[in-house]
């Protein structure tokens, strides 16, 4: 009879269980938004097999709710992450203002991720909360500046025969119209011009380890940005 009662109590556990949200134990960390972090190098680790992987560190977190998007007011659902906290004297009477709900104090960096229902305004969210070793991400963070850079450098360019016949034209662009047919520059010819300082991201990457105690991400290979630039890591639903 024990037995029996055991089994109805299973069943009617499992039939309460299929109309509720998943649980975290279950189907990994929740809930699957972005996250902020901060680029603190590269080194490597040995997989299980005893070979060399590449991966970059990542302080990621914590981060606190500093706004939520709802789907009645704002037609789409999201959360804004605030990251690495500032002097209030650093900064004006709206950022203070704004941040004031979530009762966290300021801080220097503002992203909005989509997702996040669950997160009311001023919960924290650590790196263990939404990565797990195994996850796909992508990560985005702004390029290294070159500066006004030649074709050479900028676009790979060979550069002119060092010769005797060519004379002051070894690192230049060669032509870069004909005569009256067009007439004109097309849009798009690669130049010379500014280099870098642009956002990059790097897509499908692989997170190797999860440093919870220190909020660290080991994430395989190199991620785009110079040590301590601010980059953006999004959980990926599906590999692309």
């Known amino acids: 009879m024990a037995d029996e009662a055991d089994e109805k109590n299973e069943q009617a556990s499992e039939e309460v269980g299929e109309g ?9 960390p929740l809930p699957r938004i972005g ?10 680790v040995l997989d299980p097999d005893g070979r060399s992987i590449a991966v970059t560190v990542v302080q990621v977190g914590p981060c606190v709710v500093v706004q939520r998007k709802t789907p009645e007011r704002d037609g789409y659902s999201a959360v804004q992450l605030g990251f690495d906290p500032s002097k209030a004297s650093r ?6 203002g704004h941040a004031a709900k979530a009762g966290k104090g300021t801080f220097k960096v503002l ?35 070159r500066g006004f850079a ?8 060979g550069g002119f025969p060092a010769g005797h016949g060519t ?9 870069i119209g004909n005569r009256s047919w067009p007439g ?11 280099m870098g ?15 919870a105690d220190d909020n660290v991400l080991l994430i395989s290979g190199s991620i785009a940005g110079a040590r301590g630039g601010i980059v953006e890591i999004q959980p990926v639903l599906e590999v692309v």
């Open 150 to 157: 030649g074709v050479m450098k900028r676009h790979n360019f």
């Open 111 to 145: 992203r909005e991720f989509r997702g996040g229902e669950d997160l009311e305004v001023g919960a924290m969210v650590t790196a263990s909360d939404v990565f797990s070793v195994g996850d796909r991400v992508h990560v985005t963070g702004t390029s290294k500046g």
């Open 197 to 211: 300082n642009d956002r990059v991201a790097t897509r499908n990457l692989s997170v190797v380890g999860v440093r």
């Open 91 to 96: 900064e004006n009477r709206a950022s203070i």
């Open 35 to 44: 996250m902020l972090g901060r680029k603190l190098g590269m080194t490597q």
């Open 184 to 194: 004109r520059v097309f849009k798009g010819r690669r130049m010379a011009g500014r």
């Open 167 to 175: 004379h002051e034209y070894f690192r230049h662009g060669g032509s």
């Open 20 to 28: 509720t949200e998943p649980s975290a134990e279950a189907n990994g």
